[in-house]
């Protein structure tokens, strides 16, 4: 392998041994490929005056720098501006590594040869590489292995790179095509590591579901600058995609009269969701809870309670159905049963096995240590959440919104879901 590293200001020579001038820089193109290939090398103190020579002729590139023909036959090579200096605007910047999930910096970068043509394979981002600029790699690696810690160069792969540039859409739609692959928490956890105009820029070209999955596991400060660098109509369809209890979160930090323009913009439905949640107080268990749960009527076999979940647009909403509420007709909670118990029952058994005296629930006003305190005590995934008045239920608080009474929520959000 070529490290660019071991390129830059090197001597460049013609087909016949003239010296036609010194490497400053390479370009590459077609950065949405696996190995982009090379495509010019940029030369300085070329004293025919050519500052790009096209890569068809390049004869080798290490151990030295050869050309194909003599300086009299050079071709010119005219960038599109399409084409990415890798000095310029890779080495030293900022990457995400989208299969390791972090946030890097690109201390060298790889180079091969392939067929015909040169190519860029990955870059390093280790302090071996970084060793390697400085010209001390064999020193670092004499100091690694006498103390039995050998220093070894880290590649990613191109294909795993992601751009945070901010001024190059091209390449930004494609970083973006890649961070969305990332579960949404990991990307929220890079995200947040940059400055609000590049993290902005990162995450606007996101689908509405994607974005709103990133939001939910993001910092205030950032959903807030998120939210407010967009138009009001997407950001009303962006809090619609969001989880309810996460998009009254995030309400109730914006100032009242732009929390309201934006319910104003959203469903009815989901505002009218939105705007109950705000009633209560953010440390009650109707502050924390979701109004998004399976439920299933009392009056049904097994086999006619799944039917209904598959149908039932509450259900699936629910993003980490483990419970199933059994509720009558007039939403009063009767039983639950775990989605693993219905499936592993006899389908023309009837749902009134699982109906209870009384379930652990709590109220709207109840507050969050004591959710917190029932959730540990009887060990469950999610605990009702019932009017007091009506008997009616009106969601649930799962336990990795409990757990933010012992987290503080910057932490909590980097836990993952614990079902």
Known sequence: MIYFSQLINQTVWDGYG????????????????KMPPIVALSLKKNPAGIDFVPAAQIASLWPSITLKVGADRLRVFKPSGHELPLLDRVLDQQIVDTEGRRLVRVNDLQIARAGEQFVLTGVDVSGTGLLRRLGLEKVGRSIGNAINRPQKSVVIPWEFVASIEHDDPLRLSVSQNRLVKMPPADIAAIVDELDHHTSTALL????????????????????????????????????????????????????????????????????????????????????????EFAYVPEDLTVGQALDYLRRSEDAQDDEV???????????????IVTLRDLVMSDPDSDLRQWVEAEAISAEPLTPQKEVAYLIAKYNLRSIPVIDPESQAMLGIVTVDDAVDIVLPTAWKKRLPRLY
């Open 18 to 33: 003239s010296v036609v001038g010194k490497l400053e820089d390479i370009l590459i193109d077609r950065t949405e490929r």
């Open 204 to 291: 606007e070209g996101f689908d509405n579901q994607a974005l709103a999955d990133t939001l939910e596991e993001s910092s205030s400060e950032l959903q807030m600058t998120i939210l407010s660098n967009m138009a009001p109509e997407r950001a009303a369809d962006i809090l619609e995609e969001m989880d309810p209890d996460e998009a009254a979160d995030l309400l109730a930090d914006l100032p009242n009269g732009t929390s309201q323009a934006l319910l104003d913009l959203m469903e009815q439905d989901e505002a009218l969701e939105v705007r109950t949640l705000l009633t209560y107080p953010e440390d009650s268990a109707g502050g924390i809870m979701t109004t």
């Open 321 to 335: 159905m483990y419970y199933v509420h059994i509720l009558d007709h007039d939403r009063q909670l009767k039983g």
